[in-house]
């Protein structure tokens, strides 16, 4: 029958909470069988250069122990390290480059990647929900993550419109 030979591509969504537990998640691919023939990820809320994470590169990590391609987007620069209980988690400590963005993973490779910003100017200031004396204090906006995807002759969402 023809749903016997249908190829199937799979992609996962995951709001990586600042890409705190990336270990953790990347084991999880690992063991779960559905999981594993993800061909892309996408993951939001990620770190990168923060304190209150360990200065990592959390896309990184998980591509790296996935084995995928990555691509990152920036939609906050961090001036602070977070929201209270990220500050104290992360006292003594400084931001290395203070960004936390959205990335895409793939098993494929990723071409011509580009961010859409939307409803906040970049120099406009953002307080989180808590105090102002203690909110999480940074620069940008929400955005959008756009790449595509290089399959074997065509890219999946080559006709764009935006």
């Not at 270990?23 to 023939?37: C, G, L, N, R």
């Not at 990168?48 to 084995?67: C, W, Y």
């Not at 071409?111 to 620069?139: Q, V």
């Amino acid at each position: 029958s023809n749903a016997a030979s249908t190829k199937t591509f799979r992609v996962l969504v995951w709001n990586a909470e600042r890409g705190f537990y990336w270990d953790h998640f990347v084991e999880w691919v690992k063991a779960d069988s559905f999981a594993q023939e993800t061909n892309i990820l996408l993951l939001n809320e990620m770190d990168l250069g923060m304190a209150r994470t360990e200065n990592i590169d959390s896309t990184r990590k998980i591509a790296d122990g996935l084995f995928m391609n990555s691509v990152f987007g920036a939609e906050f620069l961090e001036l602070t390290k977070g929201l209270p209980h990220e500050q104290e988690r992360s006292e003594g400590k400084e931001n290395l480059y203070g960004l936390h963005g959205n990335s895409i993973l793939s098993r494929f490779r990723l071409e011509s990647s580009f961010i859409l910003r939307l409803d906040r100017p970049i120099d406009e200031w953002y307080y989180g929900t808590y105090s102002r004396e203690k909110s999480e204090r940074r620069l940008g906006g929400r955005m959008v993550l756009f790449s595509k995807v290089r399959l074997v002759n065509f890219f999946l969402f080559d006709n764009w419109m935006l």
